[in-house]
Structure formats: structure tokens, C-alpha cells
């Protein structure tokens, strides 16, 4: 966790795997729950930090797996479309700003069921995170944001896209 606190530091990038009921899903939850107990103790410390804001997110292909581990769709989490082939279009200011506003503190985003995205969905949370962090540079990916990718590629395939 020392790593996420230190921008200096390459961002973690984590891929647990495990068979079916091998507890995925519960490592993902208890993990998330060590991470944002250590981002609460900091802001009790640090006067200046937003209470309100979010250093840690969960994140799902599937509704049915974000409710599982109290996440978010991907979707919904990036304001990604279900037509996502290319997100060249920017968003307006007033969107920017708001999703900056929730999520300019994020350190730590946690994927579930990594084996159901295809690599474009990869490409939209990619490009959606570089918008809302600001990040300018062609060899920083995902935003600079740390990334613990949970899931099983022996059990489901990603989903299609329809044309």
C-alpha cells in the first residue's frame, strides 16, 4: 500500500487468479477493505484531505459481479457507452469536470471478472482514466492509477461486442 501513496513509484499492477469458488471474490473484498481502512487512517491524520473522497473503486463487467463484490459496472463507472468502439469524442467540460470530481483521488481500482472484457473495453477504461487524471503522456497507461485485476480466464471468455 506504501506503493500507492508514492507518485514516483510505477503504479501496481496485480492479476490474481483462481479456479471456481477458490474465494476470488472474497480476497478482492478483504482487500479493498484493507486498502480503504489505510486511506480512512490517512485522512484522519491529514486535516486537508476530502473525507469524501474516493481512493478506492471496484469495478465489474456484469452487474450481477459488481453487486457481488459491492462494485460498480465499468460502464458506469467511466460514463463508457455500450457503443464504445472509439472514444475519440471528448466529453464536454461540465462531464470531465464531474467525473474529475469524484475520482481525481482514485489510487487503487479493482477489476472483477477480468476474463469477460474484451481488450476495446480495456482501451475505453484506459483512454476514460487518462481524461479524468489528466495525464498527457503516451507511456503512462490506465491513468497512472493501480490496478488489482481479479478473475479466471479457464471460465468465461470475454463477452462480443455487436456491430
Known sequence: MKRLHNPDVEPLRLFITGGAGTGKSHLLKCLHYEATRIFSRKKQLDPDENINEIHTLIIAFTGAAAVNVGGLTI?????????????????????????????????????????????????????????????????????????????????????ACSS
Request: net charge positive; proline share 1%.
Open 75 to 159: 460502464h458506469s463507472a467511466f460514463g463508457i457507452g455500450t457503443q464504445f468502439q472509439s472514444l475519440n469524442n471528448q466529453w464536454s467540460c461540465d462531464k470531465l469536470n464531474s467525473y474529475r470530481c469524484k475520482l481525481q483521488s482514485l489510487k487503487l481500482l479493482f477489476v472483477d471478472e477480468v476474463s469477460l472484457i474484451q481488450a476495446n473495453l480495456w482501451g475505453a477504461m484506459h483512454s476514460r482514466l487518462t481524461q479524468i487524471m489528466g495525464v498527457h503522456s503516451n507511456t503512462i497507461i490506465f491513468g497512472n492509477i493501480a490496478i488489482i485485476a481479479i478473475g479466471d480466464f479457464y471460465q468465461c471468455s470475454p463477452v
